[in-house]
């Protein structure tokens, strides 16, 4: 099982991101995703998710109207847009699948809004 999450990086307050989770050695399709972030000195947050087919998405009141999550189950990928970033959504975000008892995370890739 594996889940790797990448397209993060230094950006300006404003700008724009697209992390992409890529899933394998699992049945991703079955698989409800989200994105989660921790920043230093907090506790893990969820961010956003998607269920198994798609649609019904949920997103944490801090990103609503910003952030976009979407998926593509023919290629076992999970995105996460991210439009009008601020310096408080500076952490590392991590990609999480979860189907019954499985429950799965990536390493994270850092996102860092900064002038």
């Known amino acids: 099982v594996q889940l790797v999450e990448s397209g993060g990086g230094l950006v300006q307050p404003g700008g724009s991101l697209r992390l992409s989770c890529a899933a394998s050695g699992f049945a991703f399709s079955n698989y409800h995703m989200s994105w989660h972030r921790q920043a230093p000195g907090r506790e893990r947050e969820l961010v956003a998710r998607?269920?198994?087919?798609?649609?019904?998405?949920d997103y944490a009141n801090s990103v609503k109207g910003r952030f976009t999550i979407t998926r593509d189950n023919a290629k076992n990928l999970v995105f996460l847009q991210m439009n009008s970033l601020k310096p408080e959504d500076t952490a590392v975000y991590y990609c999480?699948?979860?189907?019954?008892?499985?429950?799965?995370w990536g390493r994270g890739t850092q996102v860092t809004v900064s002038s």
């Open positions: 998607i269920p198994s087919a798609g649609g019904g998405t």
């Open positions: 999480n699948a979860r189907f019954a008892i499985g429950d799965y």
